[in-house]
């Protein structure tokens, strides 16, 4: 798809709810790394996609003497590779972006403070839900109930649950064509995730295929070093792990991934 069409429908959807509040669209200096478009009203917004990194972020941070400070906090973050993705994922991230600015997140971004710029290079696994919408639709909805019904979002049992079913029959359905792209996709997730990301795409995900065959077909297009992390992890499949933490999320599938 066409990077600047697809830009434009992501924007689309977060400018429509700006305007209405009375924000204004400022001009942005054009970059031969990235393409910005900047909000300004009680507080600033931006949304920027990244050539290199094919990921779209939306940002907020204060106002100061009529300026953005330039405190910038990532809200909520995509993948779009412009190559491979659609106008229904481009429609599906400016959505969330949408979703994000008029639901209870507004609230807590609009008292943020003053602090250091959050890191970018690591997605964990709201984001990599988020992902498996493109892929899997009715994960919106789903994604919307666990966030409003529990504190944090419980990435590992949530892709248990939600997402893996789905994941078995959808890599059974696939041509050749579309297998090498899906297989793509997990490679990069699995480079940008965190220890969440990571253990979900190899112990949960790739283990849940039972069959070696569509197993290999899925990590065709793997980077070298992933695809023997994935081989290596498939000697877990069958044993039992330690339920999720929901306090500390992040812990389970670190000392899954050491304990390997």
Not at 96 to 102: P, S, W
Request: with cysteine.
């Amino acid at each position: 798809m066409e990077l600047n069409r697809a830009f434009e429908l992501i924007t689309g959807k977060v400018e429509k709810i700006l305007l209405a509040r009375g924000y204004k669209k400022q001009a942005v200096a054009e970059s031969d790394k990235e393409m910005t478009a900047l909000y300004t009203g009680d507080i600033a917004y931006s949304i920027v996609y990244y050539f290199d990194k094919k990921r779209v972020l939306l940002r907020s941070c204060g106002m100061e003497d009529g300026e953005p400070d330039n405190t910038w906090k990532t809200v909520a973050t995509w993948l779009f590779d412009p190559e491979t993705d659609t106008s229904r994922d481009a429609e599906n991230i400016g959505e969330d972006f949408a979703e994000t600015i008029r639901g209870p997140k507004q609230t807590a971004v609009q008292k943020q403070k003053k602090s250091k710029k959050d890191g970018e290079n690591t997605s964990d696994p709201l984001f990599f839900a988020n992902r498996m919408v493109m892929y899997f639709p009715e994960l919106r909805d789903e994604i919307a109930y666990e966030k409003a019904h529990y504190e944090s979002f419980r990435g590992i049992t949530f892709a248990d649950e939600k997402i893996m079913p789905r994941f078995k029959e959808y890599v059974k359905t696939l041509n050749k064509g579309s297998m090498e792209k899906f297989s793509k996709t997990l490679s990069d997730l699995y480079d940008t995730g965190d220890l969440d990301v990571k253990g979900i795409i190899t112990y949960i995900l790739l283990n849940s295929i039972e069959d070696d065959e569509v197993f290999e077909k899925v990590t065709g297009n793997f980077a070298p070093e992933n695809k023997k992390i994935a081989v290596e992890s498939r000697k877990l499949r069958g044993k039992k792990m330690k339920p999720e933490k929901p306090q500390k999320p992040s812990r389970f599938m670190a000392d899954t991934l050491n304990n390997t």
